[in-house]
Each structure stands twice: as structure tokens, then as C-alpha cells.
């Protein structure tokens, strides 16, 4: 497709294919990387202002390099290693946490044409590698041999269990309606003469409220924080975390974020699709539907005091879970009826 | 097989909700607490003992220090404890300008709480919002003492000082250019009075503000309904006093039951609860801001209409004026008696007792005839608040335990004095 390419392709014979995508991953991760640093950035702009408070302005022109700098700060500092902790999982759990939650981005398409991997069980790729993070979390819990951890560790695995489910079955009326898997596939099947009107967010509505919940929940923000639980268990699994081993954790988390925002965006809200026919449909439309999504998550954070650990369970299991099933049942039988319109 | 136990945490005294140096020693069964162990002394300073090495005028910003969150509730109970002994009259301008600041400090006190209350259970925009406010009240205090928190305002007899007729204004800086500053300024023109008038306009829109964020919220009512319940009866028994025993729905507060200072002639209501669960403590606490805004807007109007001594004439007890005691012989011995020997207070005993925002705090004073307390007793509200935080937390889960001690308004500085 790149004919600019072609000599270096010949050149390299046999390990062009694998330089490619090393070239295209890092496409993809590098800026990523420096997307979550911005929405640090942005997190503390906007929960600043909804809090009548300036927010970083001290770093570079309106604080725009705090980012960088955070990052310098945790990169100088000592990673303390308990001594009562295991080592080996100490360490490991901070990459566990990271690894899955940069390794989905492999699915996510940009646009129409911008897809480092489009494979035809995206979906699925998806949620297995969404749901591997919380070993991680598991890992560096039990690791730091800290009461306080554990609690958080135990929380946040009781947790994502069961925000996993309800997740899940909201993703099945997606498929259902795309009969699809691919992620590509399920945005081109809200493709259509109506703008907006033809995005699944219309019939799946319940189902994009509890997939927005649950992504809330499954990155661990608040108000569903209990596995960190500032006020509580102070910082839970990584109480006993410092220097870049905490940068990790921190990465993934937003990595996360932006991760449940993208799939937000494509499964409900038509992708790179334009929200009104007689515009064209453009990587624009994308990355302004991820940053509104963004904002909600903030928004949220900004707003809602934190559930109680049971109480985040109850709604996963007996509010969600029922209405998703319910919900799974309708939109199958919706689409046996002519009134099906998607 | 092992043996399943219970597992025994260490919460505090560095912990973000410990509220200070609160350490709580939790039995835990899973994440339910089975009892919970507080121990106390952190923040021990020995004022009581403090207070007896000092004359009487000495131990008055002590009394700042104790709950440093409510510092002239404090002050109000200890001088009133000395006149109550020495029988000196203080003047009604002094009596409203105390119970305007008292209730002042009561709302900086709630707001301080619904904003600690609220963090702890995860709402951090309402602590913001909490503080813009007290921003305000902290100015009068600034403009009426000098000092923004520890305002050693009170004397016995009296106040040390009229109430200003101009506020402290903002100056141009780095941060805020002129226009910024003109802006700040703005309800700073005229005299401490109109700032506070103009504040107590504005507050009843502010409480609706945090009513917004909190009251019908379904996760605040979710972390706050049932949580900590406490009976009527079981709240008299364990000696609570204040917004606790209110929340519990017994209608008891020193300011109606035994008036003081100049709360007979004012006009307010005194909120109760119904459950005694921390929703209704955060209800009855909320309630309590909008009446305190109703005395401190009686209190202004009082105030402006009537001026006068605020400081008792009797010069054994208050410093005479600088210029007649650069003229009279007798006034210059006055002074120099009060300023190296302080004031006698003759022998008896007596305990005072004001409607603090905690609760009731007294003051129990002995006196010897002497220049120094003989011996000072406080009676600090949060300590018996506190002794019951087992009884409220036995069965309820680590995020509640946060709750109780938020809903308890616990301040270290008067529990270990």
C-alpha cells in the first residue's frame, strides 16, 4: 500500500514482516503512552476546575509538562522492595498489570484502514486480555505480604469478577446485533443514512449504561476505587509500591481508561462513523467520541462518593447481571420482528 | 486442616481517615469488624497541667489548641468559667459579638466535617467546596483577632477588641493582577459586619450546593443509612452529647435548654434525627449550618443598631484604656497588676458548660484565691464520642468504620488535650 516502502521491504527480505509491525506497534504504543500522560494531565485540569481550583500551572506553560515531569520524578526514585515481600511476584505484578491492558490496543481500529491486527474474534481477544489485568492487581496484593494490600488485592479480584460478567453479556447484544466479532465489522455495521440513528447506543441503550458502568468499574476508578480505596485501605495493592514498579500501575490503569473508552465508542457509538450524514466519517469522530467518554470517567471521579465494597458487588450481580440477561433476551427477540431496524 | 482466625489490623495513626492521630486496633472477620480498639494520646500536650502553671489571661489561646477546628467555642467555656467565679458583669455588646463568633465557629466547624466526612467516603469535590467557604468565615476571624485560626478572641469580662470597621484587603501579586484582586475585594469594602452580612446571604445557597452533591445521592445514602446507629438510650448512657445525641432524636442543646450568653433573645431551631445512623447526623449537621446562619444574621442586625463597651470596666479583670492610663495613676496600676500578675480569682469552684459544635464542652475550673487555676478540668465532647466507636462499629465493614469516624466529628486535639 506504502510504495515509498517497497526498497526496504526487498532489503530486508524475510525480516521485513516482523520489523513492520515492531515499527507498527510502536506506532500505536508510543503515542498512547503519551496519551495517558496527558490525561493525568487533563484528569487533574477538569476535576480542578469542576472543584474550583486551578489544577498543575507551574511546570512549562499552563502546567502542560507536569506530566513529563511526574514521570521523571518516578523514574529517579528508589523502588522499595519490603523485605517481607516475595520478590520475584513483586516485580512481576506491576508488568502483569500493564502487559494485557497495552496488549488489546492490538484490535482496536482507528479507522476503516487503521488496524494493527484485524482479526475476526477481536471481541474475544478483547475480553481475555481485559480480564488478565487483574492478576496483576492479585499478584502485587499478595506479593507485598501487607494487610492493607491484601484487603485491596481481595476487593479488587471479588471485583472485577463480577463486573466481568455483566460486561460480558453487554458485549453479547453487540455481537448479537453486528453478528460480528471482528471490531472493525461491528463499526461498519452501524453504518447507515441516518447519522447517530443507526448506532446501537439507540436499541442498546440499558446495555451501553452498564457497559460504561462496568468499564468504570473494571478500571478501578472511582466511584467503584474500593480495591484502592484512598479513605480506607489508603492505597490497597499498591501501598507498598514506589518509583516506576508504581508508574506502572498507574500506566495501566489509564491505558485502561482509554481502552474502555475506544471500545466504548466503537461498540455503542459507531467508531469513526459521523454522528450526522452529510458530514464525512473520519479518525476525528473517533478520538472526539473516546475523549467525551474520557471526560464521563472524570466527571464521575469528580461527583460520586466511593460504594462500599458489598455494595459494588449487589449491583454487579443483582442489578447488572439480571438486566443483561433480560436485555440479551429482547434484543434477540426484537431481532426475529420486522421492527429490527440496525 | 488450619484453624480460620481473625485477623488483627493496625489502622492509624498515620492513616488518611484517622482524622488525626486516631489509632484504631481492628479485629477483623473477613472484611467485618468484630471490635475495634481505639487508642488515644497522640496528640497529648498536658494543657490541663499547662494551665496550672499559667495565669488565668495565659491560658486562653491554650484553649484555641484543644479543638483546633472550633477555637473560640473552646474560649467561650473557659472565660465563662471565670466570671461565672468572679461574678464580673460582661457587657450584651460582648455577649452577641461571643454567640455570633460561636455560631461562626460552629459552621467552620460543620463545614470542616461535611468536607472531612465527605472525602472519607469518596465525594472530594464537596471538601473543595467546604473550604471556599470557610475561606470567608477565617477572614472575620482574621479581622476581628488578627489571627486565623488560634484567635485568642475572648477575654473574661468580655472581647478583647470592637469589631472592625474595615475588612483586610487582597494586594495585587504574581498570581492575581489588579482587575483579580479588585474582584476579590469587592464584598471587603465596608466593615466586618457588612462582610459577614453579605457572607450569610450567599451561605444558604452554598448549603444547597453541598445538599446538591450529598443528600439525595443514592451512594452517599447507600455508605450512610444504617450505618452506626445509635439509640436514644444508649446515646444518654454513653454520655454523647451534641449533634450525636440530636441525630439520635433527643432534643438536647445548652443553648435552649440552659441559655447562655445571649442565646435567650435569638430565634432558632434545633434539629434532631430520627434513626441515629449517620445520615441523619450528616442531616442534623447540615440542618445546624442553616441555623447558625439564622443567629449570626440576628446577631448583625442586634449589632449594628446597638453599640457599646465590649469589654467589662471592672479593671481588676480588664486592662483599662491606653489613654486614661497614661493620665490616672490608679488605671497605670491596674495595668501593671493585670499584665505581671494576672487576675485573682477568688477561691471556689465552678464548671461552665457551652453547646460546642461537637457537643458539650465544660470547663470544670478550681481556684485557690490565686493568679493561676488551681486545677483545670476540660470535658471534651469527642472523648465520650469516641469511647462509643466499638459500640458503633461491631459488625459493620472497614469502609464503615471510615464513615464512624467521619460521622463522629472526631478532632484529636481535645481528646487528648
Redesign the interface.
Known amino acids: 500500500m506504502m510504495e515509498w516502502l517497497l526498497p526496504i521491504q526487498n532489503l530486508l527480505g524475510p525480516a521485513w514482516l516482523p520489523v513492520w509491525t515492531v515499527v507498527k506497534i510502536m506506532v500505536i504504543v508510543g503515542p498512547l503512552m503519551g496519551a495517558v500522560a496527558y490525561l493525568t494531565l487533563a484528569e487533574r485540569k477538569v476535576?480542578g476546575w469542576?472543584?474550583?481550583?486551578i489544577g498543575p500551572n507551574r511546570v512549562g506553560p499552563l502546567g502542560l509538562l507536569q506530566p513529563i515531569a511526574d514521570g521523571v520524578k518516578l523514574l529517579m526514585k528508589e523502588i522499595i522492595i519490603p523485605s517481607g515481600s516475595n520478590k520475584f511476584l513483586f516485580i512481576i505484578a506491576p508488568i502483569m498489570a500493564l502487559m494485557p491492558a497495552l496488549a488489546a490496543w492490538a484490535v482496536v481500529p482507528f479507522n476503516a484502514e487503521l488496524v494493527l491486527a484485524d482479526v475476526n474474534a477481536g471481541l474475544l481477544y478483547i475480553l481475555a486480555m481485559t480480564s488478565l489485568g487483574v492478576y496483576g492487581v492479585i499478584i502485587a496484593g499478595w506479593a507485598s505480604n501487607s494487610?492493607?494490600a491484601f484487603?485491596g488485592a481481595l476487593r479488587s479480584a471479588a471485583q472485577i469478577v463480577s463486573y466481568e460478567i455483566a460486561m460480558g453479556f453487554a458485549l453479547v447484544t453487540v455481537l448479537m446485533a453486528a453478528q460480528s466479532l471482528n471490531l472493525g465489522e461491528i463499526v461498519r455495521g452501524q453504518q447507515g443514512s441516518y447519522g447517530m440513528l443507526n448506532w446501537y447506543i439507540i436499541p442498546l441503550f440499558p446495555m451501553f449504561l452498564v457497559y460504561l458502568i462496568s468499564g468504570v468499574a473494571e478500571t478501578n476508578r472511582?466511584?467503584f476505587?474500593?480495591a484502592e480505596?484512598?479513605?480506607?485501605?489508603?492505597a490497597g495493592f499498591h501501598v507498598e509500591y514506589s518509583g516506576m514498579a508504581f508508574a506502572l500501575f498507574f500506566l495501566g490503569e489509564y491505558a485502561n481508561m482509554i481502552l474502555v473508552a475506544f471500545l466504548t465508542s466503537i461498540m455503542f457509538m459507531g467508531g469513526w462513523l459521523s454522528p450526522v450524514p452529510f458530514l464525512p466519517d473520519s479518525i476525528v469522530w473517533m478520538f472526539a467520541k473516546v475523549a467525551f467518554v474520557l471526560f464521563l470517567f472524570l466527571w464521575f471521579?469528580?461527583?460520586?462518593?466511593?460504594?462500599?465494597?458489598?455494595?459494588l458487588m449487589r449491583l454487579g450481580w443483582k442489578v447488572f447481571i439480571p438486566i443483561t440477561i433480560v436485555w440479551v433476551v429482547v434484543v434477540g427477540g426484537w431481532m426475529q420482528t420486522p421492527y429490527w431496524l440496525w | 486442616m488450619p484453624e480460620i482466625k481473625n485477623y488483627t489490623m493496625n489502622f492509624g495513626p498515620q492513616h488518611p481517615s484517622a482524622h488525626g492521630v486516631l489509632r484504631l486496633v481492628l479485629e477483623l472477620d473477613g472484611e467485618v469488624i468484630v471490635r475495634a480498639d481505639p487508642h488515644i494520646g497522640l496528640l497529648h500536650r498536658g494543657t490541663e497541667k499547662l494551665a496550672e502553671h499559667k495565669t488565668f489571661l495565659q491560658a486562653v489561646p491554650y484553649m484555641d489548641r484543644l479543638d483546633y477546628v472550633s477555637m473560640l467555642c473552646n474560649e467561650h467555656a473557659y472565660v465563662q468559667a471565670i466570671e461565672k467565679l468572679t461574678g464580673i458583669e460582661v457587657p450584651l455588646r460582648a455577649q452577641y459579638i461571643r454567640v455570633m463568633f460561636d455560631e461562626i465557629t460552629r459552621i467552620l466547624n460543620h463545614l470542616m466535617w461535611l468536607g472531612a466526612h465527605g472525602l472519607d467516603i469518596g465525594a472530594m469535590t464537596v471538601f473543595l467546596y467546604c473550604f471556599r467557604e470557610r475561606e470567608d468565615l477565617l477572614d472575620a476571624y482574621e479581622a476581628v483577632s488578627g489571627a486565623r485560626m488560634h484567635a485568642a478572641y475572648y477575654r473574661p469580662g468580655g472581647v478583647y477588641r470592637d469589631l472592625p470597621d474595615s475588612m483586610p484587603q487582597y494586594e495585587a501579586s504574581k498570581i492575581h493582577n489588579a482587575a483579580a484582586v479588585k474582584k476579590l475585594n469587592e464584598n471587603r469594602q465596608g466593615s466586618l459586619l457588612d462582610f459577614l452580612e453579605d457572607f450569610t446571604r450567599r451561605f444558604p445557597t452554598y448549603v444547597d450546593e453541598y445538599e446538591t452533591l450529598l443528600t439525595d445521592n443514592r451512594i452517599w445514602k447507600q455508605r450512610t443509612v444504617g450505618i452506626g446507629v445509635l439509640t436514644p438510650e444508649r446515646a444518654l448512657a454513653l454520655g454523647i452529647t451534641g449533634p450525636m445525641l440530636r441525630g439520635s432524636g433527643v432534643e438536647w442543646d445548652l443553648r435552649k435548654k440552659q441559655p447562655y450568653a445571649a442565646y435567650d433573645k435569638l430565634d432558632f431551631d434545633i434539629p434532631v434525627g430520627v434513626n441515629g445512623d449517620s445520615y441523619d447526623r450528616y442531616l442534623v449537621r447540615v440542618e445546624e449550618m442553616r441555623q447558625s446562619n439564622r443567629i449570626i444574621k440576628q446577631c448583625i442586625s442586634w449589632l449594628r443598631q446597638n453599640p457599646g463597651p465590649v469589654i467589662t470596666t471592672n479593671h481588676k479583670f480588664a486592662p483599662p484604656g491606653r489613654e486614661s492610663m497614661k493620665q490616672n495613676m490608679e488605671e497605670l496600676i491596674h495595668h501593671f497588676k493585670l499584665f505581671t500578675e494576672g487576675m485573682h480569682v477568688p477561691e471556689g469552684e465552678a464548671y461552665s458548660v457551652v453547646e460546642h459544635p461537637k457537643g458539650e464542652f465544660g470547663i470544670y475550673l478550681v481556684s485557690d484565691g490565686a493568679n493561676k487555676p488551681y486545677r483545670l478540668k476540660i470535658r471534651a465532647p469527642g472523648f465520650a464520642n469516641l469511647s462509643s466507636l466499638d459500640e458503633m462499629v461491631r459488625g459493620h465493614m472497614i469502609a464503615d468504620v471510615v464513615t464512624i469516624i467521619g460521622t463522629q466529628d472526631i478532632v484529636f486535639g481535645e481528646i487528648d488535650r
Open positions: 476535576i469542576m472543584q474550583i481550583r494487610k492493607y484487603l472511582a466511584p476505587d474500593v480505596g484512598e479513605s480506607e485501605i489508603v471521579r469528580a461527583t460520586f462518593p466511593r460504594y462500599r465494597y458489598d455494595q
